[in-house]
């Protein structure tokens, strides 16, 4: 469709320690898995950390978790979207912070929701989380994600429904000049899960890539002219 899209991929598996039984199911030195990189890489994809369950418990977790990234993907992340969105429940700030230390990382995508879609910080625009326990501002962008695949899928009972509410959501991000961030799994793209959704919501979104009027932009491209581009030109 001539996007640029940007591909979480994980360093942290079940098989690691310590883990969560809901961690990742692949390892990063899978053969298929380095293969899958190697392809989205040589598309022009943007490679991000999808980081694991425990990452924010700690900074060396999640500076271990970049450098395997490194180490396995020969790329750098430019920013991440933890498993399962996960970050501090109590303090999601915090965990910004933690992933902010070691400076390899822009922006973080985890301020989503499962089985809901729209505005959570009530927001459809990259901005900077401000920690209310230090007083401090956390470090990262925040990409906050308008929809993720299974929220839409959850929205309704058909295809077209869930069409009509994508599209619902998308006008009234346009009408407020923000930014529509999708959240897709690559289960998504098989037509036998969640009634082949992806496919039936492929036109609605050709239409909005073919909007003149509409920024296509990757995660770290957008950042980039939030934090610089927008102040300089």
Known sequence: MGVRGVYFVGTWSRSDFPSESYDLTYARSDPET????????SYGAEMGLHSGIGAWRSPARFAEEVRRFRESYGIAPAGFRGHYWSLNPENPEESLAI??????????????????????????????PFDAVTGRYSGLWELPPSVMDGGLYASAGTNEERVANFAALAASVQSAGGVLVLDWHSDSLWSGFMDNMTQALLPELTRLIDDSTCWVACASELIDWCSTARWTA
């Open 34 to 41: 380095l293969r899958l990189v190697s392809a989205c890489k």
């Open 99 to 128: 992933a902010a230390e070691h400076g390899a990382l822009k922006y973080d995508s985890s301020f989503g929701m499962n089985l809901a879609y729209g505005f959570r910080r009530g927001t459809c625009y990259p901005f900077r």
